[in-house]
Nanobody
Framework: DVQLQASGGGLVQAGGSLRLSCAAS????????IGWFRQAPGKDREAIAC????????HYADSVKGRFTISRDNANNTVYLQMNSLKPEDTAVYYC?????????????????WGQGTLVTVSS
């Protein structure tokens, strides 16, 4: 059974940090393109970071560039999203997604597997 388990969300003050984890079961994450998305109330799901298996390149939305870092731990079959200098506007449910592909995309429909989401709340 293929599953993604997102975790690590919580309540943090502005300027703080959180690290989200996305653990895979039933498949090997290193063979998959991975994306992190977020969705705030009343807004569309937004791609914020993704990582390619082809060359390990990472891509970020302008809103998080320089503050968030996506990385993968192949030994633990887990992808992380380190979030620093958090802002109230980062408040959202965060999702990880995966697709067996050498390319990545910022389009949610591109991905085949999704984690259940983890809530991040940043207080001002």
């Amino acid at each position: 059974d293929v599953q993604l388990q997102a975790s690590g969300g919580g309540l943090v003050q502005a300027g703080g940090s959180l690290r989200l984890s996305c653990a895979a079961s039933g498949f090997t994450l290193r063979d998959y393109a991975i994306g992190w998305f977020r969705q705030a109330p009343g807004k569309d799901r937004e791609a914020i970071a993704c990582i390619s298996i082809k060359d390990g390149r990472t891509h970020y939305a302008d809103s998080v560039k320089g503050r968030f870092t996506i990385s993968r731990d192949n030994a633990n079959n887990t992808v992380y999203l380190q979030m620093n200098s958090l802002k109230p506007e980062d408040t959202a449910v965060y999702y990880c997604a995966a697709k067996y592909s050498t390319v990545v995309s910022r389009t949610p429909g591109f991905y085949d597997y999704w984690g259940q989401g983890t809530l991040v709340t940043v207080s001002s």
